[in-house]
């Protein structure tokens, strides 16, 4: 008979890959040593299990991250005791806010060596505090026959609890006393699956048809923030028919490009072009906080009544203006505005995509001039299936004002808390689709995480990474702060002289320099075959200069 | 008069300096500016003033935490709000279990941005949970007079607080809303000083005479730790001499040099030499957590009774084994003793410093073979006033079996939760002491780090980074997993495609790969006049051999 503790890790191995466990991302030491060793194991006598070695805990954890919100799939971290632990919060953090279920498991020191001075042992218990849904511990080496029958149910049924709406990440704690080593080669348990059924409350027939009147007005539209829950955009462009609506689309939408999709939203209101006969009576919205800041100010000062749907969202509007809230999964509601009698006028859709196209227009005359409106004109000619990670502070903003790729993309970005950490490793994570990835990133944000260069080697996954370079933090020149010329550059610029092509020498990359939008676009059109990193340098007071300008020409030519 | 804002911040930042804070490391972010602006204009008005920036929180927490452990002074760090305060986590676990009094300012959205889906807004009240000694949320724009009274005081006494037996680390969330904008170029106000006393239990008379008497036995020994409180090594080793005690001395007890000193107890526990006369009597113990695991083991086994004596580790014993706790200060504690008769005789002493003698003398005659001996012996030529970051895993337990430096050094490593994470950056806040710094590390606890070598640039110090690269986690080779052959080198050896070379290319350091003892030495002899990255190639599993074939030889030789 095998020991308690490689049939218990056994047991908790199989329940998560039970419940639509497929990554795994181990960081090395030596208290993960049985789950590690049985984790390799079980790569090897099962074809759905992969597993990935990252030495940065915190890179580790942002990969995860990526893996899990482009497959829509829990993905599970293992850590040793100690720090280790603790480089697991900043995704954590993301993950909660964002609702990606992420499956910590932290190894720790036992009882009888807790707070008595052993080495690498920190309070472990509930780490992540309001960052987690959930937190347990669980004794591997427990000889009572329960234990492992709680294992199977329990650890199943947190997996469920990570999944169910609103989604999020969850800590198990594994406090392991030596001997570490688990018995290899021996037959892996079978475990019954837990059938677990995720409720969802559904909005009610009145609400449906109260919604569906108001989305017969003559000016409806709908708003779509970030999708998390990968949703049916060709469902949502169905509903866009059936009531001729505009559709203001986020970048991470992922509903561009569409005849019913407006873009540059936040552009359209700084430059003051959005006449009366163009503010809707009613807006549906659905998904997370939109990128641009300016809409839901908008929104708000023009008292335009909003309806938001979600089941993870809902109620969460820091313009704190909604009108009607319903806590909803999207495309049952969808379902049941698509059963109710629609309108044939398109004069108010057919507004707003003239407004989108003399956008477009006035754009196109400047991307000639300014990289960081040829980078998202480049990367349109992404291939079908191409996959895209945005950084946050500046590239977002620019992507979500100017970018309609020629197909639909799968577009992803951390705006949950919207940092700058993790991004390299996250974009890693969804490269692990096997789709052609590209990172769009600053300097400053890919220096924050170089460590997760190092994905291209443990993952073995290819990657383009285009590095808009501007020698610094690019978005403080938009603040006030900005006018603080004396302190401005080492409190905020922050310049660091990091020279790209050697990290793309460090890390074994293919480089470019590009400094033209049609050698940028012929690179973007050949998918990356291994690590590929192509520079583009930019230049911040030039940077603001040309928003500046933009924005006067916008509002010149579209007033 | 001035706004509220710009006030209370710089009440805020007076009060700090006031308590002896004069390092303050910043990583830029928008939330942060009214803070960041303020602290570059006290840098300009105040000679006691030092701002580094750092980009990476993570790497910054650990400066910060090298900065204090250095000059056992509290440092503030300043952190945006979001993501960015989570990478703090680590180094608060590492500061919270070695006693560093870290202050971070975390600045935060505003109340009425909580939890309505704002952008980069997370919880972060009670961030650190049980790892900061304690929280506090300040309004810095509430314009009540009674407001900037309560900063003097309350931000006075939480420094005082940190700095209070067990110092530990403590967060101020600081909710900005925006205008962010202060004054700049205003009068700084003058702000009242706190006497904070910190109140010391001593051990009572009885005590004192009870311990000397044992101490008086004819086989009495010191154990000394690592010292986090700065202790006076001289005093330490007058008690040495007033009672002919033998000093089981740490490496980082900052004992060695000395007659006195015993080092190596690890290897003499390992070859099992130590006969029964050597078993000391009673075991005076000041200090953390050694490094030296056995010596733990081997004080319960030949049931030693033990005296520990502190206010910090006092009780901490993962041996569980300690006979008598002394809960005082250790300086009190040692004057007390001295004060009380001695011996004279010194057998037991002289026995003892044989062993040693005869240790060194065979690790000597093996040392030309293999790097991890020669590494130590080079170091050794280290000047005087030099300083040594030892890195943990294996780094750390060589140099506590084998260093000896020529003269006293100050040596530290990250040993309260012995993480291989921000050991780079920690090495860094060691340097900003001005004085020759070096970091003894392997190339993956280097690559886990590499953006604290960033700090060169931000800082402006020179260190030495003397990097023993064994591609890879040397440390596991000597534990069990390694016999699991067919998962070991992917699952725990993590064999790393990093050029040290091109990592010096990129931060423009100075490059010196050696292969000998001598020119190892002479380097060492020269401080660095920038960042200096010195390597040295070994082999994983010859260094195991290396080590048991030494426990081989040092029986042979002294049984």
């Known amino acids: 008979m095998t020991d308690s503790l490689t049939r218990n890790i056994k047991h908790l191995l199989t329940s998560l890959v039970l419940q639509g466990v497929h990554d795994f991302v181990v960081s090395p030491?030596?208290?993960?040593?049985?789950?590690?060793?049985?984790?390799?194991?079980?790569?090897?006598?099962?074809?759905?299990?992969r597993v990935t070695v990252d030495v940065d805990e915190r890179s580790a954890a942002f990969f995860a991250l990526g893996i899990a919100k482009t497959a829509h799939q829990p993905v599970v971290l293992l850590a040793t005791s100690g720090t280790a632990t603790g480089n697991y919060l900043p995704a954590f953090m993301e993950a909660s806010i964002s609702h990606i279920p992420l499956i910590a498991l932290t190894t720790d020191r036992p009882t009888e060596l807790q707070q008595i001075g052993a080495p690498q042992t920190v309070h472990q218990e509930h780490l992540y505090g309001e960052h987690a849904k959930a937190y347990t511990a669980i004794e591997m080496q427990d000889d009572h026959a329960d234990v492992t029958a709680y294992i199977d149910y329990h650890v199943q049924?947190?997996?469920?609890?990570?999944?169910?709406?609103?989604?999020?990440?969850?800590?198990?704690?594994?406090?392991?006393?030596?001997?570490?080593?688990?018995?290899?080669?021996?037959?892996?348990?079978?475990?019954?699956p837990q059938r677990i059924l995720v409720g969802q409350r559904q909005a009610g027939w009145q609400d449906i048809q109260a919604i569906a009147a108001l989305l017969r007005k003559p000016k409806a539209m709908m708003l779509l923030g970030p999708?998390?829950?990968?949703?049916?955009?060709?469902?949502?462009?169905?509903?866009?028919?059936h009531y001729q609506l505009p559709v203001l689309a986020d970048i991470l939408s992922n509903f561009r490009p569409s005849q019913y999709a407006v873009n540059g939203i936040d552009s359209l209101i700084a430059a003051d072009v959005i006449d009366d006969s163009l503010i809707p009576d009613v807006v549906l919205r659905f998904g997370g906080t939109p990128v641009s800041a300016k809409v839901i100010t908008w929104l708000r000062e023009k008292e335009i009544p909003v309806i938001q749907?979600?089941?993870?969202?809902?109620?969460?509007?820091?313009?704190?203006?909604?009108?009607?809230?319903?806590?909803?999964d999207?495309?049952?509601?969808?379902?049941?505005?698509?059963?109710?009698?629609?309108?044939?006028?398109?004069?108010?859709?057919?507004?707003?995509?003239?407004?989108?196209?003399?956008?477009?227009?006035?754009?196109?005359?400047?991307?000639?001039?300014t990289v960081e409106y040829q980078v998202p004109t480049a990367l349109a000619e992404l291939p079908e299936n191409a996959k895209l990670f945005i950084a946050?502070?500046?590239?977002?903003?620019?992507?979500?004002?100017?970018?309609v790729p020629k197909q639909r993309l799968q577009i992803a970005a951390n705006r949950g808390a919207n940092g700058i950490d993790g991004t390299v490793s996250s974009a890693f994570g969804m490269a692990m689709s096997g789709q052609p990835t590209t990172l769009l990133t600053g300097d400053l944000t890919l220096f924050h995480d170089m460590n997760g260069l190092m994905l291209s080697h443990q993952a073995h996954v290819p990657m383009t990474?285009?590095?808009?370079?501007?020698?610094?933090?690019?978005?403080?020149?938009?603040?006030?702060?900005?006018?603080?010329?004396?302190?401005?550059?080492?409190m905020f610029g922050t310049p660091l002289p990091i020279v790209i092509e050697r990290i793309a020498r460090l890390y074994d990359a293919e480089y470019k320099l590009v400094d033209d939008l049609a050698a940028l676009s012929d690179l973007i059109r050949k998918p990356a075959t291994r690590l590929r990193i192509i520079e583009i340098q930019s230049n911040r007071q030039q940077n603001v200069t040309a928003h500046r300008d933009l924005t006067t020409a916008i509002n010149e030519a579209l007033s």
């Open 157 to 192: 049924e947190l997996v469920g609890r990570a999944l169910t709406q609103p989604m999020g990440p969850i800590q198990i704690n594994l406090p392991l006393r030596k001997p570490l080593m688990p018995k290899l080669g021996e037959a892996w348990p079978e475990v019954t």
């Open 29 to 49: 030491g030596s208290r993960t040593t049985p789950v590690a060793l049985l984790l390799a194991e079980m790569q090897q006598v099962r074809d759905d299990v």
């Open 309 to 328: 749907v979600g089941q993870e969202h809902a109620g969460h509007d820091h313009g704190r203006h909604t009108h009607t809230t319903v806590v909803a």
């Open 392 to 403: 946050n502070s500046m590239p977002i903003r620019d992507m979500d004002n100017y970018f």
């Open 227 to 241: 999708d998390e829950i990968g949703w049916q955009t060709e469902k949502i462009e169905q509903l866009a028919a």
């Open 465 to 490: 990474i285009v590095v808009v370079n501007n020698q610094g933090g690019g978005i403080f020149s938009f603040l006030p702060q900005s006018e603080a010329a004396a302190y401005f550059e080492p």
């Open 330 to 369: 999207p495309d049952t509601v969808i379902s049941d505005l698509l059963a109710e009698p629609g309108v044939k006028n398109a004069t108010f859709l057919k507004k707003w995509q003239d407004l989108t196209d003399k956008l477009m227009s006035v754009v196109t005359t400047e991307v000639a001039n």
